[in-house]
DNA sequence: ATCCTTCCCTAACAAGTGTTTGGTAGGTTA
DNA sequence: TAACCTACCAAACACTTGTTAGGGAAGGAT
């Protein structure tokens, strides 16, 4: 008997799995991790509260599930741009275009996490919550801070503020973001980009 | 008999009302609101659950009275800066110093306002919420293509993009920020504010 | 034809929820 | 002293919550 963690659902298929959580996703986004009753979910998804238990074992795992899936498609990313070598200012620009992609991509997502991260992250299951965002900081606050020292960004300037500062003006973006609404991530990248490096003042 | 629409607490003494507030306030804030349990509030308030109704008529009630107290308070500030006739970029940065303040005074409101209002906007209650951000919208719009006609701001930005960048770049303070912590209010406005009009960069 | 697997339903459970009701200790007023 | 008010407690209420147990329909495999 191998020793498999999960319990239930064993046999259940990952493309229903993945329905599921996606409906979960977006009631989740949309009411909030608490408030929202797992007979809310059922109904969306066309099936019975119950129903939900032979797929996951609890509503946080369908949390979880959602969570984990998204940090690892994110890191999966900025692992990429922090291995190749660019210099400070090119590599805030690369993750901030990452970022907005996976804004695009796990909208439901990104707005569960800014939203249940702080209150989750003292739950050992969520941990991992808070190890991501230890790694995301080292992550942007270095690239900063080489920045600074390589002479590209300004030197007057509060560094973990402005940590705060790109990091916030980023993510919010998910709470008003949809697919299909105009602006291309990568289109919307480029002009937060252009105000947090250059500022929305006219240069005199 | 006054149509007084309060059925309850009619004796009940505004000190300690404001106090039991405070404390519901900061729950809120950490655990959200629906996550919070009237005994919990309670229990930190140092009472019994129903005893604090006989201070309100429901929990919801208290949630109302901290998000429109805070409202109340913004839009005094706002409306004197916006009364005075400033210039666009004027405006723009007394909005700002002020949002700061608000945020330093109303912290828990804020997190609550930020984390909730787009779900409670929808209830009849909460309508003031769907208000408020209308009028906000209008001031910080305005003031923003007001700061493009006049040349203080650049003309090749989306107006929308930029108005919810400003937007939030401000409110998600809100998320980190503790009072007494190093920077005062008016101190980390004059950086955000630096970093807005200015950009992170530097100036070649 | 039989069995087995997949996926769902029906029906209930125990725990926790916001709220109400009746009572009461202690101070204030008459 | 008696009446009253304020601010609370004790105990319960009806309801909702996440979750479970048992069963069954549909379809493929044997």
Redesign the interface.
Known sequence: MPTNKKKTQVTASPERRRELLATAAEVFA???Y??TTVRRIADEAGLLAGSLYYHFDSKESMLDEILSAFLDELWEGYDGVLAAGLGP?ETIEALVTESFREIDRHRAAVAIYQ??S??LAVLPRFRYLTESQQKFEKAWLGTLERGVAA????T???IR??Y???R??VW??A??YRPGGG?SPEE?AR??L??????????T
Chains 1, 2 share one sequence.
């Open positions: 949309a009411q909030g608490n408030a200012r939203k249940e702080r209150h002479g590209a960004f300004r007057d300037l509060d503020l402005t705060r500062f790109v916030d003006t919010v973006a709470s008003w602006h919307i002009q937060y252009s105000m947090v490096l250059d500022g929305i003042a006219v240069r």
